[in-house]
């Protein structure tokens, strides 16, 4: 995992170690790649991830977005805050029916309130399967 500096490597190792062991993001294979409070980089499994036709559900593609965007605003608030999504949206471009898709997440307001990140979903051949928009509102923990 590529990280900015020290501080996001501590915040992030908080994050992980305590929010997402046992939870969704683990049940759904997510795995950090690249973490700063700019950019966050992650891959997902399409296998067990699929809806009745054998398709990477959109659900799973908004919980990949969600989960990348959170951390980065996560990274931006700092120690003692958190981020708590309050919107996001999707537009699924393409099925993606195998292997593993990448998140990569990049701030494009980062306030003391409000973060908001655009997360560009892809296949393993770097076509895009979905672009998100994810807004966090930042508070004190």
Same mark, same amino acid.
């Given at each position: 995992?590529?990280?900015?500096?020290?501080?996001?490597? &501590?915040?992030?190792? @908080?994050?992980?170690?305590? /929010?997402?062991?046992?939870?969704?993001?683990?049940?759904?294979?997510?795995?950090?790649?690249? !973490? /700063?409070?700019?950019?966050?980089?992650?891959?997902?499994?399409?296998?067990?991830?699929?809806?009745?036709?054998?398709?990477?559900?959109?659900?799973? /593609?908004?919980?990949?977005?969600? &989960?990348?965007?959170?951390?980065?605003?996560?990274?931006?608030?700092?120690?003692?805050?958190?981020?708590?999504?309050? @919107?996001?949206?999707?537009?699924?471009?393409?099925?993606?029916?195998?292997?593993?898709?990448?998140?990569?997440?990049?701030?494009?307001?980062?306030?003391?309130?409000? !973060? &908001?990140?655009?997360?560009?979903? &892809?296949? @393993?051949?770097?076509?895009?399967?979905?672009? /998100?928009?994810?807004?966090?509102?930042?508070?004190?923990?």
């Amino acid at each position: 995992m590529t990280l900015t500096g020290p501080d996001d490597t &501590t915040r992030l190792e @908080e994050l992980m170690g305590a /929010s997402y062991k046992n939870s969704l993001v683990e049940r759904m294979g997510i795995e950090i790649t690249e !973490a /700063s409070a700019e950019r966050v980089v992650a891959t997902m499994p399409v296998d067990g991830n699929t809806q009745p036709y054998g398709l990477l559900h959109g659900g799973a /593609s908004c919980v990949l977005a969600e &989960t990348i965007g959170s951390t980065g605003a996560a990274l931006h608030a700092g120690p003692g805050r958190i981020a708590v999504g309050i @919107e996001i949206n999707a537009t699924h471009h393409r099925s993606a029916t195998a292997g593993r898709v990448t998140g990569v997440a990049t701030r494009l307001h980062g306030g003391r309130t409000v !973060a &908001t990140y655009d997360i560009e979903i &892809t296949d @393993e051949r770097g076509r895009r399967v979905c672009t /998100s928009r994810l807004t966090c509102m930042l508070r004190d923990a």
